[in-house]
């Protein structure tokens, strides 16, 4: 017989609020019998199954674990007769379809993860039903949200976090809140948004901000990336196309002011491609012209106060610097060009920036 028997035996009555003196009077044994089923010294007689069942309120394929795996297809359609019975009226039925579902399938986190999103379509659908019975649906929803949490399965915990940490603020329990959105990645927008209201309820006004200033600008440098990965050669061939995202990385860097002005890098590769000499000419002496400039601030309307940078900065560092004139006198598609009085006057631009004898030691020092 299933050795966790026991542990669902206990679980059970513990649901339903039961002591093991009144389950064991239930099925006609001994308080000390039902012990040590709930501490698996023993298990109860396979006759005696049936009666625990009923006595628990559920049927023996439930007690012995003993269920149906749901695919996303089939929760889709227990979900959705369950919207479309509440969607008719039926408040009654529709409830007691959620809880004959959760009876059937105990064991499934995706199911108990979307019926605690039905509860919060109960509460919106039937706004006139009594404050009672929309805090029941409420503390269901928080204990299979726990459920859901505890099950720990990968799909649905961070969601299940999120809402209990959401409830948690709601109810003004602060300091639970904290610790929950605590679990969760901090690269998470949907933490920070947590995070800011958590803040906010909290009267830290600057927090929430800062939080949330440090959100946006991981999520620009991110989208940067994004858009840098699609202008790989080998992913889109078109090279108007190539040339558009880099105008649209271009006018990112300009509105957030985050990318140290290396969109023009992105053109010169995108003119090349399309032998466009002029024009990647003028995009280098651009590139050239913002690596040895200072790097840009962070908008600071989007930015400021939390994001801030060491004023004078370089926007690149020595070893960039150099290998972007290394890569200028070696590569032969600029061979011909290096006479252009703008290329020579940018090149020993970048040659003295290098030079610099305090250029090191400033970067040293910043980086200590």
């Known amino acids: 017989m299933n050795r ?92 007691a379809m959620l809880q004959m579902q959760l009876h059937t399938y105990p064991s499934s986190s995706a199911f108990k993860y979307n019926a605690a999103t039905v509860l919060d379509f109960f509460t919106m659908i039937f706004p006139m039903e009594p404050p009672e019975k929309k805090e029941t649906w409420r503390q269901q929803k928080k204990r299979l949200l726990e459920e859901v949490r505890s099950a720990g399965v990968s799909q649905y915990w961070q969601g299940a976090v999120s809402g209990l940490a959401a409830i948690a603020i709601q109810e003004e329990e602060l300091e639970k809140a904290e610790l929950l959105l605590k679990e969760l990645p901090e690269n998470s927008t949907e933490a920070t948004l947590f995070w800011t209201q958590l803040y906010l309820k909290k009267k830290e006004p600057e927090k929430a901000l800062e939080v949330s200033q440090h959100r946006l600008y991981s999520l620009v440098h991110q989208l940067q990336l994004c858009l840098t990965t699609m202008m790989n050669g080998g992913m889109i061939t078109d090279n108007d196309i190539t040339l558009e995202i880099c105008e649209v990385y271009h006018q990112l860097e300009t509105i957030f002011g985050v990318g140290g002005g290396v969109s023009e890098g992105f053109f010169v590769e995108a003119y090349r491609r399309m032998d466009r000499p002029e024009d990647a000419l003028n995009s280098l002496v651009k590139m050239i012209e913002a690596s040895i400039g200072p790097i840009k601030e962070p908008n600071p309307l989007l930015f400021s106060p939390t994001i801030q940078l060491n004023p004078g900065q370089s926007a690149t560092t020595p070893e960039l610097k150099q290998i972007l004139l290394n890569g200028i006198m070696t590569d032969e598609f600029f061979a011909g060009y290096l006479d252009r009085e703008d290329l020579q006057e940018a090149i020993e631009k970048l040659r003295q920036d290098i030079n610099k004898p305090s250029a090191g030691l400033d970067q040293a020092g910043k980086r200590g």
């Open 4 to 95: 966790n028997l026991g542990v669902r035996i206990a679980e059970l009555r513990r649901a339903k609020g039961m002591t093991q003196e009144q389950l064991a009077g239930a099925v006609g044994v001994s308080a000390p019998a039902v012990s040590k089923w709930e501490t698996s010294a023993s298990c109860p007689d396979i006759s005696l199954l049936c009666p625990i069942a009923r006595a628990l309120d559920t049927n023996v394929d439930t007690l012995l674990q003993f269920e149906e795996t749901l695919s996303q297809e089939r929760i889709s359609e227990l979900v959705n007769d369950l919207v479309e019975k509440a969607r008719t009226g039926n408040r009654e039925e529709a409830e």
